[in-house]
Nanobody
């Protein structure tokens, strides 16, 4: 059974930091590209970041570049998203996702999804 379980969300003030983690089971983690997406209230889900199978390549949305860092631990089957200098516009439900094909910002390329973790940034 495939499971992606996000943790680490919460409430933080503007300028603060949070670290999201996604624990994966049910498939061979090291053979999948991993990504993070987010959905703000009233908006469509959007790409945040992605990381290659080895962790050697990363890709970020312009809106988070320089503030967020994606990483993975293939020994622990986890992918993380370190979020610094948070802004109110970062408020959203954050989802991790798995993609067996290529590093991508397209949601349709991702086969498996977590349930999401709420991140709220207060002004």
């Amino acid at each position: 059974q495939v499971q992606l379980v996000e943790s680490g969300g919460g409430l933080v003030q503007t300028g603060g930091s949070l670290r999201l983690s996604c624990a994966v089971s049910g498939f061979t983690f090291s053979t999948y590209v991993m990504g993070w997406f987010r959905q703000a209230p009233g908006k469509e889900r959007e790409f945040v970041a992605a990381i290659s199978r080895s962790g050697g390549s990363t890709y970020y949305a312009d809106s988070v570049k320089g503030r967020f860092t994606i990483s993975r631990d293939n020994a622990k089957n986890t992918v993380n998203l370190q979020m610094n200098s948070l802004k109110p516009e970062d408020t959203a439900v954050y989802y991790c996702a798995a993609n067996s094909m290529r590093i991508s910002a397209r949601q349709s390329d991702y086969e498996y999804w977590g349930q999401g973790a709420q991140v709220t940034v207060s002004s």
